[in-house]
């Protein structure tokens, strides 16, 4: 992977955990102040937010190393196990607040105040701009963890929206209605679990060497053809480790020629493919020899 894409995803990542820490204190002093729990329960997944952002960071650290002796395909899938710990903290944040609002719609609540809406209105609109930047860079990098990262942000905007929702409620319909805005928190919990199952699929497909890149493999097998010596391709697999390819390649050569041509074609097949696709790590070359040129060579010497 470049040394750009590094830099960028880890800028990125401490970008989220600084924005991540300030909405949290925001929203944990508003929601105390203002008696929302929606707020709070806001706070709550900002805070886990903060540490998910940490570990996407370190994780992005490691996944960053050179291959050595014991990880002679480098560091990557550190990126999907980040992401893996980025989902628990997610479903804890989610179960935590799905309890705290059954506790609190089962007791008597005092009306947030109205400022909290203002608040909380700033804060979707602040959340949705981090999820887009961190999903843009998420795409640019094409890094797994940083994607979880970025649609943690995304949750919250929907929590933030929930709450803005029920506390909305709670102020227009009055007494008797103060519950209402921990039932917003309640679904906002459901749809917290939605997404960290979201997060955890595709994370899971990486780990598993799940082939899902369909168009890059169209991609790679048009590119190959053009190298000098390459006739066509046979197989094209593809393998996902943190932010780089692994490319297992069959190409098809002329029968007749030497180990050593085929040799130095499956180099410059190699070389090519590096270079036309900067987010491959490596590629494997099998070399097979054209079948149809062996069956004409056979029906020559029959004649």
Not at 174 to 198: M, Q, R
Not at 217 to 246: H, N, P
């Given at each position: 992977?470049?040394?750009?894409?590094?830099?960028?995803?880890?800028?990125?990542?401490?970008?989220?955990?600084?924005?991540?820490?300030?909405?949290?204190?925001?929203?944990?002093?508003?929601?105390?102040?203002?008696?929302?729990?929606?707020?709070?329960?806001?706070?709550?997944?900002?805070?886990?937010?903060?540490?998910?952002?940490?570990?996407?960071?370190?994780?992005?650290?490691?996944?960053?190393?050179?291959?050595?002796?014991?990880?002679?395909?480098?560091?990557?899938?550190?990126?999907?196990?980040?992401?893996?710990?980025?989902?628990?903290?997610?479903?804890?944040?989610?179960?935590?607040?799905?309890?705290?609002?059954?506790?609190n719609?089962?007791?008597?609540?005092t009306?947030?105040?109205?400022?909290?809406?203002?608040?909380?209105?700033?804060?979707?609109?602040?959340?949705?701009?981090?999820?887009?930047?961190?999903?843009?860079r998420?795409?640019?990098?094409?890094?797994?963890?940083?994607?979880?990262?970025?649609?943690?942000?995304?949750?919250?905007?929907?929590?933030?929206?929930?709450?803005?929702?029920?506390?909305?409620?709670?102020?227009?319909?009055?007494?008797g209605?103060?519950?209402?805005?921990?039932?917003?928190?309640?679904?906002?919990?459901?749809?917290?679990?939605?997404?960290?199952?979201?997060?955890?699929?595709?994370?899971?497909?990486?780990?598993?060497?799940?082939?899902?890149?369909?168009q890059?493999?169209?991609?790679?097998?048009?590119?190959?053809?053009?190298?000098?010596?390459?006739?066509?391709?046979?197989k094209?697999?593809?393998?996902?480790?943190?932010?780089?390819?692994l490319?297992?390649?069959?190409?098809?050569?002329?029968?007749?020629?030497?180990?050593?041509?085929?040799?130095?074609?499956?180099?410059?097949?190699?070389?090519?493919?590096?270079?036309?696709?900067?987010?491959?790590?490596?590629?494997?070359?099998?070399?097979?020899?054209?079948?149809?040129?062996?069956?004409?060579?056979?029906?020559?010497?029959?004649?």
């Amino acid at each position: 992977m470049s040394n750009d894409k590094v830099k960028i995803a880890i800028g990125t990542s401490v970008y989220s955990i600084f924005g991540n820490l300030t909405l949290a204190i925001i929203k944990a002093t508003a929601g105390i102040l203002g008696n929302s729990f929606a707020l709070i329960a806001d706070a709550i997944e900002s805070v886990s937010d903060i540490f998910a952002s940490i570990l996407v960071f370190f994780g992005l650290k490691y996944a960053s190393r050179s291959a050595d002796k014991n990880h002679p395909y480098g560091h990557g899938k550190a990126e999907p196990l980040v992401t893996f710990l980025v989902v628990g903290f997610l479903l804890f944040s989610a179960v935590l607040i799905a309890v705290q609002s059954i506790k609190n719609i089962q007791t008597p609540q005092t009306t947030p105040e109205p400022y909290t809406l203002i608040i909380l209105g700033a804060i979707i609109l602040i959340k949705e701009a981090f999820y887009r930047f961190v999903n843009r860079r998420s795409k640019e990098t094409e890094s797994s963890s940083l994607k979880a990262d970025a649609w943690h942000h995304r949750s919250d905007a929907i929590t933030s929206l929930t709450a803005f929702v029920g506390i909305s409620l709670s102020l227009l319909l009055g007494p008797g209605f103060e519950s209402a805005e921990d039932f917003a928190a309640l679904a906002a919990s459901g749809f917290i679990l939605y997404n960290a199952y979201l997060i955890f699929r595709p994370a899971l497909g990486e780990v598993m060497d799940e082939h899902a890149y369909d168009q890059l493999a169209l991609q790679i097998r048009e590119q190959a053809k053009k190298t000098e010596g390459v006739m066509d391709t046979e197989k094209c697999f593809i393998r996902k480790s943190g932010m780089k390819y692994l490319i297992d390649l069959h190409a098809i050569v002329a029968g007749h020629i030497s180990v050593r041509e085929g040799h130095e074609i499956a180099h410059l097949l190699k070389e090519s493919l590096m270079e036309a696709f900067p987010q491959i790590g490596d590629v494997l070359i099998h070399v097979e020899p054209d079948r149809y040129e062996e069956l004409d060579s056979g029906t020559d010497q029959e004649k």
